[in-house]
């Protein structure tokens, strides 16, 4: 029985590293509810919620407390998006959102709150500044942009677009769930006012938990209201970050592992993640452009890879890898405008999204697999 090839890493990461494992069994063992009792295990709880805050705002360029645990990138997203938003505001988005980020927008403006325009965020850096300028409007407060698509590696250039924001006073929220643990992501020097990450995907942590990770004196709306451990006695949330945005219990056992896993990217090295990520991709990319009858999508290298084959439906190469142990995701992935801009939405596309922990004598499987789709 030949080993599984895992290449679903843009869905979540696997395997998880052990270190990743053993921080949630140890946090179910020994953990209470954090913030909710002077109690040792209530401590303990606080101390290991502390120690990922101050781990990810070391890593993402940020304040501690300015990190909120989520669900995940997508309630991040909400949170942002809903929290940020002023009644009658125009909203931009580019084109390679996931629904995540399309969705609450779209929300917005059904129900008359905002209203929104695509901006294409294709070509070189200028060409996306001057595209994002042409689309501005005197009420236009939030921009949001995909740092990396989840259909095929587009970069956005988050610095540029950051000190445009900044220039026209405009808060820029970034859909990290591609990017963080993959790229360099840093909130002061990129001028981002929101971040919106996945605690499941790059960093490596379980399914359950993301981060909204903010500049200072950023203050939001609340989508949820509940407990927070702080000023029960008021009806309304305490003002104050990160407790504003987290209402009732947080996901412990989730949050040990996250933090587990942000050390275990850390250790690794963000450089050498992305270096061996890349390699992999553009040997990958390259070599599938060798084969007869087979359409890649996007021009960045990063950790994605889209692609189609003639003659055969991406759920049909899907089940034809799959047979062949091999895991990718098959369809829209979520994306809709990105199939739009790239040409993929009549049918969606292929998948392959890897992390460092995959080798390239899997690529070779991969290759040889589709090579013989063709045969
Ligand atoms: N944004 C992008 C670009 C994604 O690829 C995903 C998930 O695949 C999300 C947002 C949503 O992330 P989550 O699953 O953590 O809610």
């Keep these: 029985m030949r080993r599984t090839v895992y290449f679903d890493n843009a869905a979540t990461s696997y395997p998880k590293p052990a270190a990743v494992v053993r921080a949630v069994t140890e946090a179910l063992r020994t953990a209470g509810n954090p913030g909710r009792g002077s109690h040792r295990l209530a401590e303990t709880a ?29 309630h991040a997203l909400n949170a942002a998006v809903k929290g940020l938003a002023e009644p009658g505001c125009h909203i931009l988005i580019d084109n390679y959102a996931h629904n995540a980020a399309l969705r609450p927008v779209a929300a917005l403006a059904s129900a008359g709150l905002a209203e929104y325009d695509v901006y294409d965020a294709d070509g070189d850096e200028e060409r996306v500044l001057a595209n994002i300028v042409q689309k501005l409007r005197p009420t236009t407060r939030l921009l949001i942009a995909t740092h990396q698509s989840n259909i095929c590696s587009h970069i956005l250039p988050i610095g540029s677009i950051g000190r445009l924001c ?25 001028n981002i006012t929101a971040l919106c990450v996945p605690g499941h995907k790059g ?32 009806a309304a949330m305490p003002e104050e970050l990160p407790e504003r945005l987290e209402a009732g219990t947080l996901p412990l056992p989730a949050i040990a592992g996250l933090l587990a896993g942000i050390r275990y990217v850390r250790q690794t090295g963000l450089q050498e993640i992305c270096l061996h990520e890349c390699t992999l991709t553009s040997v ?56 739009r801009t790239v040409g993929s939405f009549e ?10 922990l995959n080798r390239m004598t899997e690529i070779d499987r991969l290759v040889n697999a589709v090579h013989d789709l063709q045969k």
């Design 46 to 74: 606080a101390e290991l919620v502390y120690d990922c805050r101050a781990v990810a705002a070391e890593m993402f360029g940020a304040e501690p407390e300015r990190v909120v645990f989520t669900a995940g990138a997508t």
């Design 166 to 190: 900044r220039e026209y006073g405009i808060h820029l929220i970034v859909d990290a769930a591609q990017s963080a643990g993959h790229l360099t992501v840093d909130l002061r020097t990129m």
């Design 203 to 234: 960093l490596f942590g379980p399914m359950g938990v993301g981060m909204l990770i903010s500049a200072p004196n950023v203050t939001y709306k609340t989508i949820f209201e509940g407990g927070a451990g702080i000023h029960s006695l008021d």
């Design 284 to 339: 990958l990319t390259g070599r599938l452009r060798e084969i007869s009858g087979v359409t890649l999508y996007g021009e960045s290298v990063g950790s994605v890879v889209g692609f189609n084959v003639a003659g055969y439906s991406p759920a049909e190469v899907g089940a034809h890898l799959a047979s062949r142990g091999i895991c990718v995701r098959t369809g829209y992935h979520c994306a809709p405008l990105a199939h």
């Design 347 to 356: 049918n969606g596309s292929v998948r392959v999204s890897v992390s460092h």
